[in-house]
């Protein structure tokens, strides 16, 4: 990992065929497919490359924009995965391995065949827990089951995690992810990566793309834009206070409460 320049990392979730707003219901974080395709084609527009994250911290240059998506969700394989071949970009999928193959998600033989074109399929644990409020065993037993069945199935070594909700385990347990294998860390918090500084493990800022953005917006996200960093980690801080005082689990059904009272709504414009 020698890449020395700024970077951004996109985290997306599930790709619908229809438009999605951005208030409220089950496709908050979702994107359509017909915006995925015009956010892909805004990035060849724009000089950059959109890739996995693996290929991101191998480049040396700044035009690399790390794609993942998190969950494992069907419409990443049916809608996204498509999108991205046609256009010879790879991504980076991280999968909760216990919905594998439940509706609503990705089969192993739809993972083997995104793999086998070029896509990277890592680990979102095997439930999807917060982390934080588990034990040690019971975050080892995880980390190492999602790890053992990713291997398993696909034949691969699986080295990277990102972390459901954004929830870090306690800190007095962090250092089982470098443990059990996992080399770099995808956290939900906003920003640009400034190299890839050697870690154990590397944890990696991601920049949340959900609802009906236009490309300048979207690209605003992709090139790192200050002032939209600045905006969101402000924000970022707010709900970080308030999940402090909840707790994880709390925090998540205030906040799907709030989502889902807001219903459907305005499209996104930022």
């Not at 053992?148 to 699986?158: A, I, N, S, V």
């Not at 990277?160 to 939900?188: C, F, H, K, N, Q």
Request: aromatic fraction near 8%; include cysteine.
């Amino acid at each position: 990992m020698s890449r020395t320049s700024k970077w951004i990392c996109l985290m997306y979730h599930d790709v619908s065929a229809a438009p999605v707003g951005i208030t409220g219901g089950a496709g908050y974080f979702s994107v359509s497919e017909a915006s995925f395709a015009r956010q892909l084609s805004a990035l060849h527009t724009a000089g950059l490359r959109g890739c996995s994250l693996a290929d991101a911290l191998r480049d040396e240059t700044s035009r690399a924009v790390a794609i993942t998506f998190d969950d494992g969700d069907l419409g990443q394989a049916t809608r996204a995965f498509p999108a991205l071949a046609a256009r010879g970009m790879t991504a980076t999928f991280f999968v909760t391995t216990s919905w594998i193959g439940t509706p609503g998600y990705a089969s192993w033989d739809q993972l083997k065949e995104m793999r086998a074109a070029g896509m990277s399929i890592e680990s979102h644990t095997h439930t999807h827990p917060f982390l934080s409020e588990l034990d040690a065993a019971a975050l080892r037993d995880e980390l190492r089951r999602s790890r053992e069945l990713l291997d398993e199935h696909l034949e691969q070594r699986t080295s990277m995690i990102a972390l459901p909700g954004g929830d870090a385990p306690r800190r007095e347990l962090r250092g089982m992810l470098a443990d059990e294998g996992y080399a770099v860390v995808a956290t939900s918090r906003w920003g640009a990566n400034r190299g890839a500084r050697e870690g154990n493990p590397l944890y990696v800022r991601r920049c949340t793309v959900r609802g009906e953005s236009s490309d300048a917006a979207f690209i605003d996200i992709a090139r790192g834009d200050v002032w939209l960093a600045l905006k969101k980690r402000a924000r970022e801080s707010i709900l970080a206070a308030l999940r402090s005082s909840l707790g994880p689990t709390r925090y998540a059904r205030w906040r799907r409460g709030v989502l889902d009272a807001a219903g459907p709504g305005k499209r996104d414009g930022a």
